[in-house]
């Protein structure tokens, strides 16, 4: 049975274990076993080094999301999955800004991500969290930030000063002994979205951050939905209401990279917008990043890129020219081929492909299980084995058109 997060932290909050805990290096696993042994040979409690090393590897895990402030931070699991990217929170803390909204109340800061990012911009924040030991973790994150004061209670409970801002983080996810489950219900999110939509219709200008799978007929009227992606994974939906909405975006997609950030917006309503008209497969073959597709633009992008839908319930998109766009990959479309495994057997051996990328859209198929019928010897991660096997690196994408279920061969632009 794993320990609670409070067995976790509280050895930490010594002067023995801070100290420890800043002595360690980047966590290896490879390491952990022999440095878990040393660190009890020099005296330290089994309770000390478990903590110090769980939350070792949870600062290494964090430089991804934090970078070298992770060093410097404490995490629990729960709210490291959770938490907030910093330049996703520094985006958050320009909208309160550019309102010029001077206090913000994060209502379940967590780990304070985002109160660190609105402290920054010389914003006064009141962190609320009602987790003990998470509150304890923000409270120490936030020590560099002197307008900012960590608040240990419930959110829907705390009153709120005239004026004030609001971001919210609901926690949507229960930690138990075998680790975190997530939440689906937004009422039973912790504090629930009909208490957000409460502050919104008093007039405050709030921000809520919900998972990127937020169905549309869930999303509240009145507010703008932005869509958020961060080197192709989708992070977050954030809805923005009142002062830090903008006024005529409805739905955003807010695409960030290593070129920097895009944004696709519309002030079209979910069931509304433009229509994308649909042809063949040829030309380049565009795959729309996922904010896009959760934010219903994939017609939009169509339109943008000059192309069609290669059916209209399915993300895929077709257009005869080459666009640079960082709002989709883009293929060279080579060839369209029906799907049929006996064919694809033969199409891989007479062109001697080794190695096999294959994409799906609109079919069941599961490429794991497609590449091990395709490739002799192939175990299915992508690179096949025994003597059969050729050198050649070749994409598939599977989709489907109407009722025809197609394979087509393409490279990546």
């Not at 096999?356 to 175990?379: A, C, F, N």
């Amino acid at each position: 049975m794993s320990e609670a997060p409070q067995d976790q932290i509280a050895p930490l909050l010594t002067e023995e274990g801070w100290e420890l805990l800043a002595s360690l290096g980047p966590y290896r696993e490879d390491r952990s076993f022999a440095l878990n042994s040393s660190l009890r040979k020099a005296g330290h409690s089994p309770e000390l080094v478990s903590a110090v090393l769980t939350q070792s590897r949870l600062r290494t895990r964090a430089e991804a999301k934090f970078g070298e402030f992770a060093r410097q931070m404490l995490f629990t699991q729960a709210g490291l999955e959770q938490a907030t990217r910093l330049n996703v929170a520094a985006r958050h803390a320009q909208r309160f800004a550019q309102a010029g909204i001077r206090h913000v109340a994060d209502l379940g800061c967590g780990l304070g991500a985002d109160a660190m990012a609105l402290a920054s911009l010389d914003i006064a924040v009141t962190a609320v969290e009602v987790d003990e030991t998470t509150a304890a973790c923000a409270t120490i994150n936030l020590i560099p930030f002197p307008h900012a004061t960590v608040v240990h209670s419930d959110a829907t409970s705390v009153a709120l000063e005239d004026g004030a801002g609001v971001w919210l983080d609901p926690a949507r996810r229960t930690t138990t002994t075998s680790g975190t489950k997530r939440i689906w219900d937004p009422e039973a999110f912790s504090p629930p979205l009909s208490f957000v939509e409460s502050l919104a219709a008093a007039g405050r200008a709030v921000g809520v951050k919900m998972g990127p799978g937020m169905p549309h007929e869930s999303v509240p009227g009145g507010c703008e939905a932005q869509w958020v992606s961060v080197g192709g994974d989708v992070t977050e939906v954030t809805l923005w209401f009142n002062a830090v909405a903008r006024p005529g975006i409805r739905r955003a997609a807010l695409v960030i990279g290593a070129g920097g950030a895009a944004e696709l917006t519309s002030g079209d309503g979910f069931d509304a917008g433009p229509v994308a008209p649909v042809g063949p497969v040829e030309g380049f073959l565009y795959e729309p990043d996922g904010a896009v597709i959760r934010a219903g633009l994939v017609a939009d992008l169509a339109l943008d890129l000059g192309g069609h839908l290669v059916d209209e319930h399915i993300a895929y998109i077709c257009a005869p020219e080459l666009v640079d766009t960082p709002y989709a990959r883009a293929y060279r479309v080579l060839e369209v081929m029906p799907y049929n495994v006996r064919a694809l057997k033969a199409w891989v051996r007479e062109n001697g492909v080794g190695v096999l990328d294959i994409k799906k859209r609109g079919t069941s198929v599961t490429p794991e299980e497609l590449r091990k019928q395709l490739l002799p010897g192939s175990k299915g991660g992508g690179k096949a084995g025994g003597k059969a096997a050729g050198k050649k690196t070749a994409t598939l994408v599977l989709t489907r058109i109407g009722e025809e279920r197609v394979a087509v061969s393409v490279e990546p632009v």
